[in-house]
């Protein structure tokens, strides 16, 4: 067994950057250095960087996603981005999706012990939650696949004018030039990269942001998501 390790001091950054929500950030930071580990949630070599590369560089999302809207991280892993996004972001109101049963497990726990009210966990793939999820404002990735197959799975669970952000490393202009022909059929409208934590996190982090109209998904998907609708039990109001 993967033996846990120590969560390094925090910088003087990740205070002003958690606010009051800071002693959650260091629990919640030991939580993926002590069992995030022993389950493989996270690997022991990236526990001495764990402010920087990951609770940091996901924090600093939350510098472009607007004011309370509803987001959905999907393939949340061990949290990230979603968790340090719902300590910086009281507003939001996040789900966290992911298919496999130890993470969610795992991302109950901490959501539980962080007192995060605004957060849900929920089991399931992208492709099954379609149509029985609530459409977003916002869909958060992080490095969980190419840029085509995450607006696949991603785009057709945003409402009318939502948006995708994706925290993507220094290929994101090339995947970003790639994709752009399964973007434009899955009715997305506009796209551009962002650097956000300029000051907090060295490299900023890269944003892809992903924007559409007024089909997210395009056509197909729009078909797949009455027909899921007609499926799921109707919605008490």
Known sequence: MTEAAELPPAPPEARDVFGDRFPEAVRYGELLADVGVTRGLIGPREVPRLWERHLLNCAVLSEVVPEGVTVCDVGSGAGLPGIPLA?????????????LLRRTNFLREVVELLGLEHVTVVRGRAEEVLGKLTPMHVVTARAVAPLDRLAGWGVPLLRPYGEMLLLKGDTAEEELKQARAALGKLGVVGTSVLHVGEGVVDPPSTVVRVEVGESPGGVRFAAKRAKAARRSPRRRP
């Open 87 to 99: 300590l910086t972001r009281p507003d939001l109101q996040i789900t966290l999706l992911e298919p």
